[in-house]
C-alpha cells in the first residue's frame, strides 16, 4: 500500500519568512496529492491540491510542487503569518488517502 | 449546515465496554471514510465505504465493525474498549468510488477509555 513520509516533523520560523514542507510517496499509481491544515482541537482541512498532470500550483501564499519521477512533493508557504501555526499534513491518493505524519509549524511574531 | 457530522463529539468510557459513534455527511458524496487519529497526530486510515459498500479495511483489530446502511452515514461500533483505542477519530467524506478527491472531515469524535 501507498506510504507516504514527511519532513520536519516541527518546524519554527520568523514571521516574514518562508516555511518549507517535504513529502514522499511510493506508490506510482498515486494521482492526487493534497494538503491539509489542522488547528488545535480543529479539524483537517484542505488549502492546496495538485493532480499528477501538473508540477506546480499557486495560491496567494502557499504553493505546491510535484515531482513525478521522483515521487515527491513540496509545500512552500511566504510571508508567514503567527495565523499559519498548525499541524501540516500531506496525502497521496489512489485508492484510499493516506497522510504523512504532519509537520508542526510554528510562526513567531 | 453541516456537511459532515459526526455524534457524539465526547466520549468517555471504561475499558471494556462497546461504544458507537455516529456519521451523517449532506454533500451527496459517495464513499465515507473512518480515520483515526492518535495522541501523537498520526491520522491513520481505517475503513472506506463507496455506496454502502467496504473498499478499504486496513489492519484493524476486528473489535472495530463499521456499518454503512446508506451512502449517506457511515457508523463505527467497537467491542470491547481497550486503553489504546483513546484517539480522536475523523468521519470524512469523498466523491468516487477510490479515486479519491477532497476529504471533508466531520469535527471527529474524541473517545477516552479509561
Known amino acids: 500500500g501507498e506510504n507516504v513520509e514527511q519532513h520536519p516533523s516541527t518546524l519554527s520560523v520568523q514571521e516574514g519568512d518562508s516555511a518549507v514542507i517535504k513529502c514522499t510517496y511510493s506508490d506510482s499509481a498515486s494521482n492526487y496529492f493534497p494538503w491539509y491544515k489542522q488547528e488545535l482541537g480543529k479539524r483537517p482541512q484542505l488549502i492546496i491540491d495538485i493532480r499528477s498532470n501538473v508540477g506546480e500550483k499557486k495560491d496567494q501564499r502557499i504553493a505546491v510542487t510535484l515531482n513525478k519521477t521522483a515521487k515527491h512533493f513540496s509545500l512552500h508557504i511566504t510571508e508567514t503569518q503567527p495565523e499559519d501555526s498548525a499541524v501540516y499534513f500531506c496525502a497521496a491518493s489512489w485508492v484510499g488517502m493516506r497522510f504523512g505524519a504532519g509537520t508542526r509549524l510554528t510562526v513567531k511574531p | 449546515d453541516t456537511a459532515v457530522s459526526q455524534t457524539p463529539k465526547y466520549l468517555v468510557t471504561q475499558m471494556g465496554n462497546d461504544k458507537s459513534i455516529k456519521c451523517e455527511q449532506n454533500l451527496g458524496h459517495d464513499t465515507m471514510y473512518w480515520y483515526k487519529q492518535d495522541s501523537k497526530k498520526f491520522l491513520k486510515i481505517m475503513f472506506s465505504?463507496?455506496?454502502?459498500?467496504?473498499?478499504i479495511n486496513e489492519t484493524v483489530p476486528n473489535r472495530f465493525s463499521p456499518k454503512s446502511p446508506d451512502k449517506a452515514h457511515l457508523n463505527l461500533h467497537i467491542n470491547s474498549l481497550e486503553l489504546g483505542d483513546s484517539a480522536v477519530y475523523f468521519c470524512?467524506?469523498?466523491?468516487?468510488?477510490?479515486?479519491?478527491?477532497?476529504?471533508?472531515f466531520g469535527e471527529g469524535s474524541r473517545l477516552t477509555v479509561l
Open positions: 470524512a467524506s469523498s466523491h468516487g468510488r477510490g479515486r479519491t478527491g477532497e476529504l471533508f
Open positions: 465505504y463507496n455506496n454502502k459498500e467496504l473498499i
